[in-house]
Structure formats: C-alpha cells, structure tokens
T-cell receptor, first 116, second 117 residues
Framework: AQKVTQAQTEISVVEKEDVTLDCVYETRDTTYYLFWYKQPPSGELVFLIRRNSFDEQNEISGRYSWNFQKSTSSFNFTITASQVVDSAVYFCALSEPNTNAGKSTFGDGTTLTVKP | DAGVIQSPRHEVTEMGQEVTLRCKPISGHNSLFWYRQTMMRGLELLIYFNNNVPIDDSGMPEDRFSAKMPNASFSTLKIQPSEPRDSAVYFC???????????????FGPGTRLTVL
C-alpha cells in the first residue's frame, strides 16, 4: 500500500487564485514526520516544511500554509494568491524513524501550473 | 554556506560504459542519501549513509549499482555497466542528524541528469 498519496496529479490555476494540494499518508507509528518539497522547472528539490506527529498546529509562512489533521491522516498544503513562480512539482513525504529508520517515502507529486 | 554539490550536472554515455556520479554533502552533516527520479517511478531512495557507513542499500536496483563514502565530505554512486533504463536524474541529499535516529530535513543537491544511449 502506498504510504503517501497525492491524488492530484496536475492542478492548473490562474494567478491570484488560492490552491490546495492534498497529501494523505498511512502509518502505524505514533511518531512520524511529514515534509513538503518543491521542485521548480529548474529541477532542484527545495525543502518547504517539516512537521512532527505531535504538533498539529497549522503552519503559515507568507502565502504558504499547511493543515495537519491526524484524524484524517492528511497534511495539506495551501498557496494563497498564487503566482506564476509557484509553478512546480510539489512532493509530500513521510518519515517513520521507528519502523523505517532514515527513509523518507515520497508521494508521486502534484504538478502545479499557475497561469498569468 | 555551499549546499550539496553534485557533479557532473549532466552526463551522456553509451550503454555498457561505467558512470560515476559524485556528491559533496554540506559540511557537518552526518547523513547522506542517494535518490533516483524518473517519470515512471518517481523519486526513489537508493541508499543512505550514517557517518560514512552504508545503512540501507535495499533501494539499489541491482549489482550494477554501487555507492561509497570514503570520508565525510565525499560520496560516489557508480553504475557499471550502464544501461539505457538507468537514464534518470540522480539526487544526492544530506542531513544534519544520523538518519537512524533522526528525521532531520534533507537538503538536496541540484541533481545529475544521466542519459544512457
């Protein structure tokens, strides 16, 4: 079973629209970590956020916000007032230190296109 | 502070040739990871090291792949002999903590785009 599911393969929005990227994870561990990475067209992978399983507070960083809900095993990412520069592939990842030490399992990614 | 450095950035080679990819992690980081990214399989972890010691190489596709980390500042991923299906982007990442006991953020290099003809 896939541990990290990003059901949205591609999303296209017009600049200034808000957009939410979904991430659903599966784990039996009580201690785990969730990540979001951005991969712009240039190809590099850029870290966005790391969240541990004991911290369910939502996070806001500028136009970016993350909604972590353990009840639904989701860690969704919202971009407010999207910009063309937000166009990228976004990956959600799960790390389970107790049962899968050191490994991060990545979702298949969501390709976001922001049109001017 | 320099990030993770990978070389070469692009490599084109012919089937059967040996390919060596290089990585210099961020100074002071204790864990190093090699990933492969393809359209078909997405991002896959190949192998990772803690303090220069290989911990888990279960992601290495087959015996043609090998990785070494002779010291804290250098790692190589070698493919011998290379095949067209090895064409992919290979990323190296490093992390401050020990991967077995920490899930620190991984910082990725720019990747090496490998094309095997």
């Amino acid at each position: 079973a896939q541990k990290v599911t990003q059901a949205q393969t591609e999303i296209s929005v017009v600049e200034k629209e808000d957009v939410t990227l979904d991430c659903v994870y599966e784990t039996r561990d009580t201690t785990y970590y969730l990540f979001w990475y951005k991969q712009p067209p240039s190809g590099e992978l850029v870290f966005l956020i790391r969240r541990n399983s004991f911290d369910e507070q939502n996070e806001i960083s500028g136009r970016y916000s993350w909604n972590f809900q353990k009840s639904t095993s989701s860690f969704n990412f919202t971009i407010t007032a999207s910009q063309v520069v937000d166009s990228a592939v976004y990956f959600c990842a799960l790390s389970e230190p107790n049962t899968n030490a050191g490994k991060s399992t990545f979702g298949d990614g969501t390709t976001l296109t922001v049109k001017p | 502070d320099a990030g993770v450095i990978q070389s070469p950035r692009h490599e084109v080679t012919e089937m059967g040739q040996e390919v060596t990819l290089r990585c210099k992690p961020i100074s002071g980081h204790n864990s190093l990871f090699w990933y492969r990214q393809t359209m078909m399989r997405g991002l896959e972890l190949l192998i990772y090291f803690n303090n220069n010691v290989p911990i888990d190489d279960s992601g290495m596709p087959e015996d043609r792949f090998s990785a070494k980390m002779p010291n804290a500042s250098f790692s190589t991923l070698k493919i011998q002999p290379s095949e067209p299906r090895d064409s992919a982007v290979y990323f190296c990442a490093s992390s401050p903590g020990l991967a077995a006991t920490s899930t620190d953020t991984q910082y990725f290099g720019p990747g090496t785009r490998l094309t095997v003809l």
